[in-house]
């Protein structure tokens, strides 16, 4: 069974910086891209970032290209997101989540994963 749990949310000042991490089980991580994704109410799920085997192949959505920086530990199954200089339009529900290499890494879009975490809240205040 897929699992990936979401930790690291919280809530923080513009201008600082929060750590996500996505643990991942119950399949070949190195197989998979990992992605993430961000939900702010009353929005649509976007694509935030995505990763591939290889940290040498990544995407970034053009609101976070310079600030967040995404990475992945394939021995420990774990993906990160860094993120920097947060600004208060950042809140939302972060979820990661995987799908299989079939495509380019810049196929960040979530009607291409199937297996999603629960999402962690990420709260910039202002």
């Known amino acids: 069974e897929v699992q990936l749990v979401e930790s690291g949310g919280g809530l923080v000042q513009a201008g600082g910086s929060l750590r996500l991490s996505c643990a991942a089980s119950?399949?070949?991580?190195?197989?998979?891209?990992i992605g993430w994704f961000r939900q702010a109410p009353g929005k649509e799920r976007e694509g935030v970032s995505c990763?591939?085997?290889?940290?040498?192949?990544?995407y970034y959505a053009d609101s976070v290209k310079g600030r967040f920086t995404i990475s992945r530990d394939n021995a420990k199954n774990t993906v990160y997101l860094q993120m920097n200089s947060l600004k208060p339009e950042d809140t939302a529900v972060y979820y990661c989540?995987?799908?299989?290499?079939?495509?380019?890494?810049?196929?960040?879009?979530?009607?291409?994963?199937?297996?999603w975490g629960q999402g962690t809240q990420v709260t910039v205040s202002s």
């Open positions: 990763i591939r085997r290889s940290t040498s192949s990544t």
């Open positions: 119950g399949f070949t991580f190195d197989d998979y891209v």
């Open positions: 989540a995987a799908r299989r290499d079939y495509y380019s890494v810049t196929t960040c879009l979530p009607g291409f994963f199937g297996s």
